[in-house]
């Protein structure tokens, strides 16, 4: 499984609008073909904070998604309201078991 976990800022003011296409990417995300999970957090602390967090089958499926029109949607509105760089942090990891 890879699990990725991406952190940007916008100005505050912008913050709904990066929300809003990042939600109304979200149907579309989760068909993909290996998504697992697509999460978008807004923080509780800081005004300016968003966090997604993407499950993916393997990388092969996060490829795919790289190079998704979603994808390319999303980066041409949300990367000119960044105010900074986005961290993007991937990791490859094993499910232990899922507990309902």
Known sequence: MLIAILDFSTAAVDR???LAQLDGER???RAMSG?????VYASREDDTR???VHEWDGPASFG???GSEAFARSGEVLRPMMTGVPISRRFQAEL?????
């Open 35 to 39: 998504n697992v999970a697509f999460r």
């Open 16 to 18: 709904p609008a990066a």
């Open 96 to 100: 232990l078991e899922t507990v309902a």
């Open 64 to 66: 795919g998604y790289l």
């Open 27 to 29: 149907d579309e995300i």
């Open 50 to 52: 968003i966090t997604v």
